[in-house]
């Protein structure tokens, strides 16, 4: 009601606010307070329920907490016992490399997969609706149907066709049990990729390639000397994007080989996951912050290489 | 249907692939190879890859249909041959369907309307004050989640809402909410800056506040990006599956995902029911992307481009 300065609602408080000019200046700071109250909801919650847990695991990894009661300040010993530790170091090593081939299978794929969804080709709009679909499902229920697939599916069909290696589950290989890993999460993460990778075929000009098919380019040689280098910043940007999550991949683990067999198939995420159980907590808080340090180290560099880039 | 691609460039961004695809199998045309053709080749290769991706799918629902007996024997690929419905009934039962759902429910409509107002606000609040430096570092600090990955904060909100007895669904679409928030103010904001000022300055001209100005004006032409901000919140807390588990503390609180443990542990040779039930499960997400696809893919794509 105390709106600015005009209206005929202010009439019943005749105090000259008519005779007064009403510049901007008047009418800013109570704009001001609306703004805050729009802003202050969501700072006060993300603040409670984001950054205090943040900060409340950074103080823990200092301590020898295990979750509830009396704790300690031990300082940098968390730290320090993890370094040395082999089920901490072989999680990392594991979620390092699987987090790498995912990256690299899931890019080809999404790259070929977006050219070929942005060419003239029939059925396009039911083609991408199909291709986009792994994205929207449930990654848990999607790793209890593939485990199915692997444990029954691939092994019996690998018997009918004396395969060898494949008449056994790779989910019971702790050598292979890897590759399904790869291929579940790629195949769940590719669509997201796959868009990006079409936005950035549609800032790339048509007449280039026509220039370049009068010189004579081939078609490898024109995805390598234009296509790439035209979208390079998309495909950096999928790259660090795409590594930064699979380092956090945990539900489709947990639902294809629960970390095993064995612990061979154990990532990060889960290993800190397991602090509740174990009473370790105040250790998994110390593997939660180097955990952070390494996906914030990824996510600079993100920002440092794209900027300037598409923005997405 | 107005996907930008279909009428935009890709035509030409695409001929390099076929190309060379066409190529290898040594049947090239080369006279023909016209950009305004269809590109058969491609497309018939797009099939084939599509069906990496419908395999899954056809093997949990034949599955779901088939009887027991038929399940046991591992044919995921055969058709069910006396076409049943027993797994979904026992599934149902099993799972007390109708309870999980309605927790899934509310929870992603909660996070759906939570995320669209609090963050469109936000968002709204942010863009018109871009010149003060508080405004801009408080959309720096909400941006900065999205590098925070769950399992770093899994422990500590665990213990946190433990404390303030929010161990329970609406703790879970808090967390929902406030994880959605990064991304959400940046389209929004995104959003909002190409949205000129002058709209809601005339209404203000006639005497709308702040508030009503945003609410009558601003928020109803937000309503695309807010389609496509829903959408995205939609998806990610009707599918979580480790946030729910880890925070509800009351078994029979579950949401979907999270039941569908059971058929690992207690029942993990009723193969036609695990999957009557992932069918169940899955059902929501991909009716809301199959009825909503054009926004999700519009919006992405809009939102990259501009």
């Not at chain 1, 530790?85 to 790498?100: K, M, N, R």
């Not at chain 1, 945990?250 to 995420?269: H, K, N, Q, W």
């Not at chain 2, 720096?140 to 770093?152: D, I, S």
């Not at chain 2, 006639?206 to 829903?230: H, K, N, Y």
Request: proline fraction near 5%.
């Amino acid at each position: 009601m105390t709106t600015a300065t005009t209206t005929p609602r202010t009439a019943d408080a005749p105090t000259g606010v008519t005779t007064r000019s009403r510049p901007a200046p008047r009418h800013k700071p109570r704009a001001d307070r609306v703004y805050l109250w729009f802003l202050l909801p969501t700072l006060v919650l993300f603040t409670l329920s984001i950054t205090m847990p943040a900060v409340m695991g950074i103080f823990y990894s200092f301590t020898d907490s295990v979750g509830f009661g009396e704790f300690n300040f031990v300082g940098l010993n968390n730290y320090l016992v993890m370094f040395s530790d082999p089920a901490i170091l072989s999680s990392y090593g594991f979620t390092i490399g699987v987090a790498l081939c995912t990256v690299i299978l899931v890019n080809v794929v999404a790259l070929t997969l977006a050219i070929g969804l942005t060419s003239k080709i029939r059925a396009k709009t039911a083609l991408r609706t199909i291709f986009v679909m792994p994205m929207v499902v449930s990654g848990i229920i999607i790793a209890f149907v593939f485990q199915f697939i692997f444990a029954n599916t691939v092994p019996a069909a690998a018997q009918a066709l004396q395969l060898g290696v494949l008449e056994e589950s790779i989910l019971a290989d702790p050598d292979l049990a890897w590759i399904s890993i790869v291929l579940v999460t790629a195949w769940q993460a590719v669509p997201q990729a796959m868009l990006i990778y079409i936005a950035g075929l549609m800032t790339v000009p048509r007449d280039v390639y026509e220039a370049s098919a009068i010189d004579g380019a081939s078609a490898w040689k024109q995805l390598r000397s234009i296509t790439l280098p035209l979208i390079s910043g998309f495909v950096l940007i999928n790259v660090i994007i795409g590594f930064k999550d699979f380092l956090g991949t945990y539900e489709i683990i947990v639902g294809l080989t629960d970390g095993g067999p064995g612990t061979s198939t154990r990532s990060v995420a889960m290993t800190i996951f397991s602090g509740f159980d174990n009473g370790d907590y105040a250790y998994q808080m110390a593997n939660s912050t180097i955990f952070f340090l390494i996906t914030l180290t990824i996510a600079l560099i993100q920002l440092r290489l794209t900027r300037g880039n598409a923005r997405i | 249907m107005t996907l930008p691609t279909t009428t935009i460039p890709g035509g030409a961004a695409s001929t390099t692939p076929r190309r060379s695809s066409e190529d290898s199998r040594g049947a090239a045309l080369p006279t023909s190879r016209r950009s305004d053709r269809h590109r058969w080749g491609t497309t018939v290769l797009l099939i084939l890859g599509a069906l990496t991706v419908i395999l899954p799918f056809y093997v949990t629902i034949s599955m779901a249909f088939k009887t027991g007996e038929q399940a046991v024997e591992g044919e995921a690929f055969a058709l069910p041959a006396p076409f049943s419905v027993e797994g979904f009934s026992t599934a149902w039962a099993l799972t007390d369907f109708p309870r999980a759902f309605t927790i899934s429910i509310l929870i992603t409509l909660a996070t759906v309307i939570g995320t669209i107002l609090l963050s469109a606000m936000a968002s709204y609040a942010i863009s018109r004050n871009w010149e003060k430096k508080a405004y801009r570092w408080a959309f720096y600090y909400l941006l900065a989640a999205m590098f925070l990955p769950f399992p770093v904060l899994a422990l500590s909100q665990v213990k946190l809402t433990g404390m303030v007895e929010l161990a329970n669904p609406l703790g879970v679409a808090l967390l929902h909410i406030m994880f959605q928030i990064s991304f959400s103010t940046l389209l929004f904001t995104a959003f909002l800056r190409s949205l000129p000022a002058e709209l809601e300055e005339s209404a203000r001209m006639d005497g709308a506040s702040t508030a009503g100005a945003f609410w009558r004006i601003v928020f109803p032409l937000m309503a695309p990006m807010s389609a496509t901000v829903g959408i995205f919140a939609f998806l990610k807390s009707w599918n979580d599956f480790m946030m729910p588990s880890l925070i509800i503390a009351d078994p029979s609180l579950q949401t979907l995902p999270v039941i569908q443990e059971i058929f690992q542990t207690q029942f993990s040779n009723n193969y036609h029911v695990s999957f009557a039930s992932y069918l169940m499960a899955m059902a929501p997400a991909i009716l809301a992307y199959v009825i909503s696809q054009r926004w999700v893919l519009s919006g992405l794509t809009q939102g990259a481009v501009k």
